[in-house]
Structures are given as structure tokens and as C-alpha cells.
């Protein structure tokens, strides 16, 4: 079965320090991977989507993922970090049968 | 902008009270979804449609029915509200992309709160 997991449950960060969020994934084709953000008592809202092509894919706010098949991985960065990115992060992958499959999520704290 | 959205985003119930969270986007999409989301638990998916009148069960459904009679709308019902299905639920739409689901837009959630 198709699985998310997202090794770090709470990551504190400084500001203007870079950000890396760490995703891995457990498929057996090629992966549609989506990094999602919510901000306290929010819905989700997508920050960048991969499905196929580069694999470094850009989306907004200043996020960047790379996919890398070797590592079933898809980590999120970000080289300077906001005090406005403090939320919850969720990694997913689109598996069989039409659905997501999430990750637990990262809570990211930001230091002033 | 693709539009989900839920009827209401904080609701309290008693104990054994029927309950209806709805649902409407605004895409055309043919997927429809209803998350809860648990503190440490992350996204569990209740339900899903793929058409109207078309269910899937998600991983946790017990407890839980659902009804899809037109595109626009998704309802989630708790048939006897408990007080472990207090939580946050979310809905979600996409289209159906190569068989599998494109990008999931979500609703802002809906707080139950079962007393």
C-alpha cells in the first residue's frame, strides 16, 4: 500500500535560516507528490505539485521541492525562512483508486 | 479560483444528535473527499466520490455515511453523533488525472465539537 511518511513532527527554525522538510514515500510508479501547507484553523493549501519532468519544481512563496526516485524522496525548502511560514506542512502522494495518501505533517516554528 | 466550500466551520452537537456537514465546489470536479484531522493523527479520509451517487470507503468510515446526489455536493453525515467524532473535518475536490487524482483543493474545515 502506498504510504507518506515525514520523519519530523515538530522542526524549529530562526528566522531568515533555510528550511528543509523531509518527505518519503512508498509507491511502485511514477508518483504524483504535492506539498501542502495549513496555517492554524485552516483548510490546506497547496504550496507545489510534481508529476513529471524536472524534477526541481518551484511553488510559491519562495518553496522549492525535489523529487528524487533513488531516494523515494520529496523534500521541501526554502533558503530563508518568514515568521508568516510558522503552520502545519503535509507531504502526499496520489495513489491508486483515485485518492491522496498523507503524510503525519510538520509543525515548523519560527524563532525571532 | 476553484471554490470549496462548507456549510458551517464550528458546529456543537449532543451525544446521539444526527449530524450534516455539507460540501459544494464551484470546478465541475469529479472527485470529492471528507478528511478528519486529528491532533498527531494527520488526514484520515472518511469517504470519497468519484461520481454522483458513486461512494468509496476511506479508512476510517464507521460512524460515518455519505451522499453525493449532485456534482456540486458532498455531504458527510453522522447518523448518532459520539464524542470521539469530535474533530475538524475537512472537504476536499479534484479531477480524476490518468486514473489516479490531480491536485486536492480544500474547504476551510469544519470544527464538530460533540458534547
Known amino acids: 500500500a502506498q504510504s507518506v511518511t515525514q520523519p519530523d513532527i515538530h522542526i524549529t527554525v530562526s528566522e531568515g535560516a533555510s528550511l528543509e522538510l523531509r518527505c518519503n514515500y512508498s509507491?511502485?510508479?511514477?508518483?504524483?507528490l504535492f506539498w501542502y501547507v495549513q496555517s492554524p484553523g485552516q483548510g490546506l493549501q497547496l504550496l507545489l505539485k510534481?508529476?513529471?519532468?524536472?524534477?526541481l519544481v518551484q511553488g510559491i512563496k519562495g518553496f522549492e521541492a525535489e523529487f528524487k526516485r533513488s531516494q523515494s524522496s520529496f523534500n521541501l525548502r526554502k533558503p530563508s525562512v518568514h515568521w508568516s511560514d510558522a503552520a502545519e506542512y503535509f507531504c502526499?502522494?496520489?495513489?491508486?483508486?483515485?485518492?491522496?495518501?498523507f503524510g503525519a505533517g510538520t509543525i515548523l516554528r519560527v524563532k525571532s | 479560483d476553484v471554490k470549496v466550500t462548507q456549510s458551517s466551520r464550528y458546529l456543537v452537537k449532543r451525544t446521539g444528535e444526527k449530524v450534516f456537514l455539507e460540501c459544494v465546489q464551484d470546478?465541475?470536479?469529479?472527485?470529492m473527499f471528507w478528511y478528519r484531522q486529528d491532533p498527531g493523527l494527520g488526514l484520515r479520509l472518511i469517504y470519497f466520490?468519484?461520481?454522483?451517487?458513486?461512494?468509496e470507503k476511506g479508512d476510517i468510515p464507521e460512524g460515518y455515511s455519505v451522499s453525493r446526489e449532485k456534482k456540486e455536493r458532498f455531504s458527510l453525515i453522522l447518523e448518532s453523533a459520539s464524542t470521539n467524532q469530535t474533530s475538524m473535518y475537512l472537504c476536499?475536490?479534484?479531477?480524476?488525472?490518468?486514473?489516479?487524482?490531480?491536485?486536492?483543493?480544500f474547504g476551510e474545515g469544519s470544527r464538530l465539537t460533540v458534547l
Open positions: 476536499a475536490s479534484s479531477f480524476i488525472l490518468q486514473g489516479t487524482t490531480g491536485e486536492l483543493f
Open positions: 470546478m465541475d470536479h469529479e472527485n
Open positions: 502526499a502522494v496520489a495513489s491508486y483508486g483515485n485518492k491522496l495518501v
Open positions: 509507491y511502485g510508479a511514477t508518483p504524483y
Open positions: 510534481y508529476f513529471s519532468g524536472d524534477t
Open positions: 466520490s468519484y461520481d454522483v451517487k458513486m461512494k
